[in-house]
């Protein structure tokens, strides 16, 4: 559910840093049925996926203003293993900007007693944000998964999913 007081207005980050398997829409392209700034042209009709999609932002008003999309130039989402940050590819160092790296920084370490990690995605490579360290984790596919070592995060590598079920 939206957020009082949060609509998405001049922002349409979403139709390009996210990937929709409907359209076979790649990520960090714009979807053909955007007008980016403006909105989606086929609204009423757009897919399930487009119409499920919320951002961090849209939903939580505990994130600050400035953490707008169409102003940061970062989309959050949650997965099961905690948050991600997608920077428009545009903007790649978008999210190392204050106060957004500062920022990160807090989540990472509030996070790492309930596990949950803070990764950004730029393009196809992933970082992963700890209280002390950002570690490149190169680009992560789809099927797999990042393996971390300690409570205190001090290494973390990228596993195939299927390994890790093993
Ligand atoms: S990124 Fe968030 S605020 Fe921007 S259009 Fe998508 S859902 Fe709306
Ligand atoms: S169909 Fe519309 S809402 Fe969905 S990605 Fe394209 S422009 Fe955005």
Redesign the pocket.
Known sequence: MTAPG????D?????K??AIEELAKPVNAWCAHCRPGH?CMIYANRPAECRT??????VNELLEEHW???KSKL??TTSEDGLEVRCDPGFPDAWRKEPFRSELREWAVSGEAPDMTVVVIVGQRMTLVTSEHEFDLGIVGPDERIELEGTKVVNATVVKASDLEQ
């Open positions: 949060r609509q998405c207005g922002c349409t980050l979403c139709c840093v996210m909105g999609f919320a951002c961090v932002w849209l707008k999309p169409s989309v959050l």
